[in-house]
């Protein structure tokens, strides 16, 4: 792998914070809702309720986080292009300043 694709996996994509939090929230509200008193049926809907609720917040939080990264990537990819197409102008530039040089210092 290469540089930011290496980095990329490594860090899990960015989104391993907002994963956890959400499932620490998944996991608090749980066990809040097993400890209130409730008859059984009222506490496995609130549980199965909040559980679609976080599920819904988790999805829509990767779908922003994977955004960004996206355009992050595409971002950087660009500068790279356009750094790239800088660096091959000056050469360019400086190859054909060399040649001038050389042309210069014969005529001599």
């Not at 994963?19 to 809907?45: D, F, I, M, Q, S």
């Amino acid at each position: 792998m290469r540089g930011a694709d290496y980095e990329y996996e490594q860090n899990g994509g960015g989104g391993n914070f907002f994963v956890g939090l959400l499932c620490g929230a998944a996991v608090g509200t749980a066990v809040g809702l097993l400890l209130a008193t409730k008859p059984g049926a009222e506490l496995r809907g609130d549980l199965a309720n909040s559980a679609d609720r976080i599920r819904r917040r988790v999805g829509e939080t990767y779908d922003r986080a994977s955004d960004a990264m996206g355009q992050a990537v595409d971002k950087g990819r660009e500068a790279v292009r356009q750094g790239k197409q800088t660096f091959d102008d000056v050469k360019t530039d400086f190859a054909a300043d060399g040649r001038r040089a050389d042309a210069e210092h014969s005529t001599y």
